[in-house]
């Protein structure tokens, strides 16, 4: 009875075959190397089992052979192959083998999900996508992720490479489906979960926080006070002004008070002097008076005056009453019924001298209609009183202190401001993050009067990176802005992409 083999190459099991079409095929060179044959009980090395047969005959198994020297008579060639199927090793899993390539398939996201949404538009269709067109779009995407941060661009980089990676495993493969081998399915549950994803996360992500943290991060703009003269400067960005240096000699600082921010001057203001001849211009500019020490050199005063109780006065934004103990408030002739001394006894008739505390005062109506009976005239509502005698208070205790230096020779219209808890040592360059222009700081005009310009320009905050972002609160607006409304597309988008992915893995 003539025998036939059933042959295994490691992959997949062939046959039946007879025995001399298998010697046949080791003479011939052309038998699989390392192949198995079944030799009716076993797999056993098919070259040494055909050598072993070629040289003897083979002869009728008995009850005393060698199992694995000839097969068994009674076994049919359909229960061989059973047998050699039972024993042959199970091929790796799918799943297994396919680790490598899933990780290569979530790399080769940032590449593939936005060529195949864009491709889906453009073409408006299902149909096979060719891997160099993903490739063309993938180099697109490089490069302009490279313009935008070098992060950015690195990780495009990466996902580039991994999805031509990705076609080279797959390459025998390429035409089944729609692309790279893979199924409709899969294709659909990549454009639509990428598109939800996409949409869902530009949607919530807090965009305008983020730039501005993303600014404040990037290198500083060198540049000169020339260039930037006229120009707008990009806001949270460090400036470096080259050949530029700081006045630490004028500085101005900023107090904290009571939990507001005023600008004063380093040192106390001067005590300003006015005689006969200023007295019209004091009257037309009495409000700044207010708080300061002033002196009156030989001013004419009137037969008008009286004896005040209290009187209403301006306390910064608001009004107060103040008990004045009976002072003697008399007007002074030539301030257009501007101008008051209050003094403890009367003034004499003719010129008389004053040195004390000038505050802005209200007229009641009292006065105000007296003046009119014998003056003939209307009594301004508001005026200026010297209090003769009485000092400005001292200056209260800031709760904290920042130091203001403008660029030399620039007419202030640069200024670095150094924040609380930083001592400048005088050798700081004109550098730091912009924050605005001067006008945004409304009193730092009046604080700079004499001493800058009109257009007071831009404003630099000197200090870190951490401190600025802590300071502006930009964490905390990044996280405050986030739109978590819209985080419910950007799941289903991704529970989608993780079938995508699930699903791939089998393909």
Do not use: C
């Amino acid at each position: 009875m003539s025998h036939s083999y059933y042959l295994n190459n490691g992959n997949e099991t062939t046959g039946p075959f007879p025995l001399a079409d298998l010697q046949a095929r080791l003479a011939a060179g052309t038998l699989p190397p390392g192949a198995l044959l079944h030799n009716g009980q076993a797999w056993v090395p098919a070259t040494d089992f055909l050598r072993s047969t070629a040289a003897a005959p083979v002869p009728t198994p008995t009850a005393s052979a060698p199992v694995s020297a000839a097969p068994n008579p009674t076994v049919s060639p359909e229960r061989a192959l059973q047998e050699a199927l039972l024993l042959e090793k199970e091929p790796p899993s799918v799943l297994t083998d396919a680790r490598w390539e899933s990780l290569l398939f979530l790399l080769s996201f940032p590449v593939l999900i936005p060529s195949l949404i864009l491709m889906f538009i453009m073409a408006k269709r299902w149909g096979h996508i060719d891997i160099y067109l993903i490739i063309i779009d993938g180099l697109i995407f490089t490069g302009l992720a490279f313009l935008s941060g070098p992060w950015l661009g690195v990780m495009m980089l990466t996902s580039w490479i991994s999805s031509v990676y990705l076609y080279w495993l797959r390459r025998d493969r390429q035409g089944h489906g729609i692309f790279l081998g893979y199924s409709y399915l899969v294709s659909f549950m990549l454009i639509f979960g990428g598109a939800f994803a996409i949409g869902g996360f530009v949607t919530m992500f807090p965009w305008n926080a983020y730039a501005r943290w993303s600014a404040a991060r990037e290198n500083a703009i060198v540049t000169t006070v020339e260039r930037v003269r006229d120009r707008a400067l990009p806001r949270d960005r460090r400036i470096l002004l080259q050949g530029a240096t700081l006045d630490f000699e004028n500085p101005i600082l900023r107090q904290k008070i009571g939990g507001q921010w005023k600008f004063v001057s380093k040192d106390a203001p001067p005590e300003l002097t006015y005689n006969q001849s200023g007295l019209r211009l004091l009257s037309s500019n009495f409000q700044v008076l207010h708080g300061r020490q002033v002196r009156l050199d030989s001013v004419p005063s009137s037969a008008f005056g009286g004896v005040r109780g209290r009187v209403e006065i301006q306390d910064g934004a608001s009004k107060r009453w103040l008990d004045t103990k009976s002072l003697h408030f008399t007007l002074i002739t030539g301030s257009e019924g501007r101008l008051w001394i209050a003094s403890a006894a009367p003034l004499p008739s003719g010129n008389v001298s004053a040195r004390g505390l000038a505050r802005i005062i209200y007229n009641d109506p009292t006065i105000a209609s007296t003046y009119a009976e014998t003056r003939r005239g209307n009594l301004p509502l508001m005026g200026v009183a010297v209090f003769d005698g009485e000092r400005p208070p001292a200056p209260p205790t800031p709760e904290a202190e920042e130091m203001w230096v403008s660029v030399k020779s620039e007419q202030r219209n640069f200024w670095v401001r150094f924040p609380a808890g930083t001592k400048p040592t005088g050798k700081e360059k004109a550098a730091g993050y912009y924050h605005g222009d001067a006008p945004d700081f409304s009193e730092l005009r009046p604080a700079a009067a004499g001493r800058s310009s009109s257009r007071q320009g831009h404003v630099l905050y000197q200090q870190s990176t951490d401190a600025y972002l802590a300071e502006e609160g930009i964490v905390g607006q990044m996280k405050s802005s986030v739109a978590w409304k819209n985080g419910l597309w950007l799941g289903v988008g991704l529970l989608v992409l993780g079938g995508a992915v699930w699903r791939a893995r089998e393909e």
